[in-house]
């Protein structure tokens, strides 16, 4: 490479982003520039490099490089070193912090590059301001109260100048001292007119907010500081070297009551402490994520996905285990800091910050998350009295529902009045009378010497039983039970009702086959010599046993065989219509299956059960075609739904509100049922985060999207559901370019490319390259983005996708151009000739676009060459072809560059009528209104018409001598 182009090659490096990316850059263009023996070239990639490794995070590096430069300045001085002589005394402020932050250097190496900053600062004659700063921040570090207050009183009344830390950066170190000495309210007065302000630094606002989150939170300013939280935490999650301000967010919402929200930050983050900036960064984040973690793991089953390192896999592990791990991580580094300085106040420091828990009013940070979440292994003053339905503050139930009364057990009634009573409790959808009649019975003749039908009897139902609590296997063990309890004693009717409801449970069972055998024998056993309601139910169970294996044209024919009256049992009619519905579904027959739903739904209303109505409400949902229909049938589900329907009932309607047009009114539903999925315990709620982001994302509230996406990311990787969180991080990636956050962006699109390796994946990876270099471009990153278009375009050309690969060559071709990278602008263009020959001649509107549209840009390329009758040529015809397609922007933009083209030939007769056409159609306000009416005024000036010319500069406001 020439010395040229290591210059164009630096530039590049200095425009990314902080982070690995930019350091492996650094790194691999020092060696180059090393080799290449450029002195001045060599000392501005060092200088740029110090920056890079600080706001990188490997500020250990920064050393080097700042020593290397400083005795470069020293030994040699050459003119250019001038030029970057206020760069080099702002990088001492760099060293004083970073070799605090290292407890292997010592304390004295601190003080000699303070008094050596101070030497130059008096010899360049600049205020002595921010080097009082950092020895208040020496003095703060190893504990000396007295000494940090005197260097304070000399930073606050020493005038600042251009070497000073900015508006936002020096307020904070303010904030954070007045903070820490008790004085909160003067810390949020101070930094307000600072928030007010306009705050540019790299390190702003997200540095002072955080330093305000306690203030805000001691001084009654809650809503502030939940604000102040998300805001900077936003900006603070993706950079490596802002771990210690994130472990500050971990401890916040520990003391805030958000105990789960603390171990989501942690646990996105605890990968970082393999990689930590500083060992000080690595103490703070270990000892509030200790705290953190303490908290989630008293009740013991709380755990943690930890990423794998080297040398240790990824997996799970236990919080407790993992809080004294980090516990021990912390206070060893505390010891090293308080063995260098010589004081214990490191360790005082860390054991403040072990002890922190939550201290206040609950105070809900979350934007996927409603309410505080019981603690693991339960808590009773968090439940109603039924043990199953958690209260709101108003005390009311989940849905909103009264509590059902007590149920009436005749206390006169015997035993087999009980269990008749039991059976049609249960029949009736009746839990409560169902679990009081056989809590009677039991307890009055649960040791009584009863006949074997009453035994049989209680038997069956103790199987209802152990079916409602989900013990699959308990239930067909007391269904067996009972069946041979009615078959010894010659009870041929009852033993056949058995025998159906246990061939419905071994249908669900590893033993399908015998269990379809039972049902279908105790129906021909049942039409024959049951009654009218025991000939309906019987073939319902026939049905219910080939709709567990999914057998749905057989099910359909064994539920026409149920009577329209169910035998006169209009509850077993309802489930009837239920399970009809459900198979014609599944069948695609829609309308049946919505008819059958509104029957359900007659019915359930009919009958007064609300875990009907809510079953047949959300198949009717389902299946109805008008997004405002399905909406109101989930409203009726919600009404009526039992508190452990409502789950289901809150993600169906989000998802019938979403597509009703009602983003904003889904994200409620969303957010509930992402918070009844944690505190359940549930798995689902990464899969329902994911789906609340895009809500979040469809109403523009993209902050609270990304929150909502990271923890949905965080989640499915942990399920192991990959695909799926590549898709989040897809949708992650979209709404972190919508904040303006290029670089998590970025970051995510080449991870996606990089997971998206496999033939298969191939139109998806050149879809995700093509929206990185999207954002590139738009950055003016647009070197960089041309690389993205190209790898783009290889990917579509592998995946036989022609159409996609030209677009990626046009964007490839215009992005080289705009970098001023000619020769590379004119491959690309050269490739999408070539490729638009394949496509020539193809009617389709997309087609004619891309064509015309790479004639355009080939046009723009040839005229840099200066080549205008060739680039002319091209565009012979190209106006009329996208007015053919009615892209009348982008024809107008191709007649203005023939326009251009016509003056540089001389042949401005030719462009004035064109000019004036153009400028006579564009919209008032347009952008290129200014540019077709200066071109208009440069051909009126060749046509010998200056009158008309000046007129029209006038009228745009042109300048005669642009």
């Given at each position: 490479m020439s010395d040229e182009d290591l210059w164009r090659v630096l530039r590049g490096i200095s425009d990314m982003p902080y982070g690995a990316g930019q350091i492996a850059a650094f790194e691999q263009l020092l060696r180059r520039v090393d080799a290449a023996d450029d002195r001045h070239l060599a000392f501005v990639t060092r200088m740029q490099a110090t920056a890079g490794y600080i706001y990188g995070?490997?500020?250990?590096?920064?050393?080097?490089?700042?020593?290397?430069?400083?005795?470069?300045?020293?030994?040699?001085?050459?003119?250019?070193?001038?030029?970057?002589?206020?760069?080099?005394?702002?990088?001492?402020?760099?060293?004083?912090?970073?070799?605090?932050?290292?407890?292997?250097?010592?304390?004295?190496?601190?003080?000699?590059?303070?008094?050596?900053?101070?030497?130059?600062?008096?010899?360049g004659g600049h205020s002595l301001q921010t080097v009082h700063k950092h020895r208040f921040r020496v003095a703060d570090h190893v504990g000396d109260a007295e000494a940090a207050a005197h260097w304070y009183r000399l930073?606050?009344?020493?005038?600042?100048?251009?070497?000073?830390?900015?508006?936002?950066?020096?307020?904070?170190?303010?904030?954070?001292?007045?903070?820490?000495?008790?004085?909160?309210?003067?810390?949020?007065?101070?930094?307000?007119?600072?928030?007010?302000?306009?705050?540019?630094?790299?390190?702003?606002?997200?540095?002072?907010?955080?330093?305000?989150?306690?203030?805000?939170?001691?001084?009654?300013?809650?809503?502030?500081?939940?604000?102040?939280?998300?805001?900077?935490?936003?900006?603070?999650?993706?950079?490596?070297?802002?771990?210690?301000?994130?472990?500050?967010?971990?401890?916040?919402?520990?003391?805030?009551?958000?105990?789960?929200?603390?171990?989501?930050?942690?646990?996105?983050?605890?990968?970082?402490?393999?990689?930590?900036?500083?060992?000080?960064?690595?103490?703070?984040?270990?000892?509030?994520?200790?705290?953190?973690?303490?908290?989630?793991?008293?009740?013991?089953?709380?755990?943690?996905?930890?990423?794998?390192?080297?040398?240790?896999?990824?997996?799970?592990?236990?919080?407790?285990?993992?809080?004294?791990?980090?516990?021990r991580t912390a206070t060893e580094l505390a010891e090293r800091f308080d063995a260098r300085n010589g004081t214990t106040h490191q360790s005082e420091w860390v054991a403040r910050r072990l002890a922190v828990r939550p201290s206040g009013e609950h105070l809900p940070l979350s934007a996927s998350v409603r309410r505080r979440p019981p603690p693991r292994g339960g808590d009773e003053s968090t439940t109603s009295h039924r043990g199953d339905l958690p209260l709101l503050a108003d005390g009311a139930t989940r849905a909103g529902k009264p509590e059902a009364p007590a149920p009436t057990v005749p206390a006169d009634a015997g035993p087999d009045q009980l269990l008749d009573l039991a059976e049609q409790s249960w029949g009736r959808h009746d839990p409560i009378t169902f679990r009081a009649a056989l809590a009677a019975y039991d307890e009055r003749f649960g040791a009584a010497d009863l006949p074997p039908r009453t035994v049989a009897q209680r038997m069956a139902l103790r199987a209802a039983e152990r079916g409602d609590e989900d013990d699959l296997p308990g239930a067909i063990e007391s269904n067996r039970a009972a069946l041979d309890l009615y078959l010894a004693e010659g009870d041929e009717l009852s033993a056949q009702v058995v025998a159906g409801r246990l061939g419905v449970l071994l249908a669900r069972s590893d033993d399908a086959d015998e269990g379809l055998a039972l049902v279908r024998k105790a129906a021909e056993v049942l039409d024959r010599d049951g009654d009218a309601r025991q000939r309906a139910a019987a073939h319902h169970r026939v049905a219910l046993a080939l709709l567990q294996q999914e057998r749905w044209a057989e099910a359909l024919t064994a539920l026409d065989r149920v009577p329209a009256d169910a035998g006169g049992d209009r509850y077993l009619a309802a489930r009837v219509a239920l399970?009809?519905?459900?198979?014609?579904?599944?069948?695609?027959?829609?309308?049946?299956?919505?008819?059958?739903?509104?029957?359900?739904?007659?019915?359930?209303?009919?009958?007064?059960?609300?875990?009907?109505?809510?079953?047949?409400?959300?198949?009717?949902?389902?299946?109805?075609?008008?997004?405002?229909?399905?909406?109101?049938?989930?409203?009726?589900?919600?009404?009526?739904?039992?508190?452990?329907?409502?789950?289901?009932?809150?993600?169906?309607?989000?998802?019938?509100?979403?597509?009703?047009?009602?983003?904003?009114?889904?994200?409620?539903?969303?957010?509930?049922?992402?918070?009844?999925?944690?505190?359940?315990?549930?798995?689902?709620?990464?899969?329902?985060?994911?789906?609340?982001?895009?809500?979040?994302?469809?109403?523009?509230?993209?902050?609270?999207?990304?929150?909502?996406?990271?923890?949905?990311?965080?989640?499915?990787?942990?399920?192991?559901?990959?695909?799926?969180?590549?898709?989040c991080r897809h949708l992650l990636a979209g709404v972190y370019a919508g904040l303006g956050e290029i670089k998590p962006a970025l970051t995510l699109l080449e991870q996606l490319a990089d997971n998206l390796d496999g033939p298969d994946n191939l139109p998806y990876r050149a879809q995700v390259l093509e929206e990185a270099g999207d954002i590139l471009y738009d950055a003016d990153r647009d070197a960089a983005g041309a690389e993205r278009f190209a790898a783009a375009a290889e990917a579509y050309r592998l995946g036989d996708l022609p159409l996609d690969e030209l677009r990626a060559r046009r964007r490839e071709a215009y992005a080289w151009f705009w970098a001023d990278d000619r020769p590379a602008a004119t491959r690309a263009v050269e490739q999408a000739d070539a490729l638009a020959v394949t496509l020539a001649g193809l009617p389709e509107p997309p087609v004619t676009y891309e064509l015309a549209m790479v004639a355009e840009v080939g046009a723009r390329v040839l005229t840099t060459e200066n080549r205008p009758d060739e680039a002319l040529a091209r565009l012979d015809g190209v106006p009329d072809r996208l007015r053919s397609i009615e892209a009348f922007g982008e024809a107008a933009q191709v007649e203005i560059l023939v326009g251009e083209l016509l003056l540089r030939l001389d042949r401005p007769a030719e462009a004035e009528p064109l000019l004036r056409r153009v400028l006579g159609g564009l919209p008032a306000d347009s952008r290129p209104v200014r540019q077709t009416a200066w071109l208009l005024a440069r051909a009126l000036d060749l046509l010998d018409r200056p009158t008309e010319a000046a007129a029209l500069r006038t009228e745009h406001d042109l300048d005669p001598d642009d």
């Open positions: 995070g490997e500020p250990a590096k920064s050393f080097v490089t700042f020593s290397w430069c400083l005795s470069e300045f020293d030994r040699d001085p050459q003119p250019y070193h001038q030029r970057h002589a206020h760069n080099l005394l702002w990088h001492f402020k760099y060293m004083v912090t970073g070799l605090l932050n290292f407890p292997e250097v010592p304390l004295d190496r601190t003080y000699a590059v303070l008094d050596d900053m101070e030497r130059r600062y008096r010899a930073w606050q009344t020493t005038p600042r100048d251009d070497l000073s830390d900015c508006a936002g950066c020096d307020p904070t170190s303010q904030v954070n001292y007045l903070a820490d000495t008790g004085r909160d309210a003067e810390a949020v007065a101070l930094s307000e007119p600072v928030l007010a302000g306009r705050l540019t630094c790299n390190e702003q606002p997200q540095a002072i907010l955080t330093a305000l989150l306690l203030p805000y939170l001691r001084t009654g300013r809650a809503e502030s500081a939940r604000d102040a939280h998300r805001e900077a935490y936003r900006r603070l999650r993706g950079n490596l070297a802002d771990l210690w301000d994130i472990g500050d967010h971990v401890e916040f919402c520990t003391l805030t009551g958000n105990e789960a929200r603390a171990v989501e930050l942690v646990e996105r983050h605890l990968d970082w402490l393999d990689r930590a900036p500083s060992p000080a960064a690595a103490m703070h984040f270990a000892a509030t994520a200790a705290a953190a973690l303490r908290q989630a793991g008293q009740g013991g089953a709380a755990t943690v996905y930890r990423r794998a390192a080297e040398g240790r896999p990824a997996g799970e592990v236990s919080a407790s285990v993992l809080a004294d791990e980090l516990t399970h009809r519905a459900h198979v014609l579904e599944q069948s695609e027959r829609l309308d049946e299956a919505r008819a059958a739903a509104a029957e359900a739904r007659r019915i359930g209303r009919d009958v007064g059960v609300d875990e009907l109505v809510t079953a047949a409400s959300l198949a009717y949902a389902r299946t109805v075609d008008d997004p405002a229909e399905a909406v109101a049938a989930c409203d009726e589900a919600l009404a009526s739904a039992p508190t452990e329907a409502e789950l289901a009932v809150r993600v169906a309607r989000a998802r019938a509100l979403l597509a009703a047009g009602r983003a904003a009114d889904a994200v409620d539903d969303f957010v509930e049922a992402v918070t009844l999925c944690v505190e359940r315990g549930e798995e689902g709620d990464a899969f329902l985060r994911w789906e609340l982001a895009n809500a979040y994302r469809m109403v523009g509230r993209l902050g609270e999207a990304a929150e909502v996406a990271e923890e949905a990311v965080l989640g499915l990787d942990r399920l192991g559901a990959q695909a799926e969180a590549d898709r």
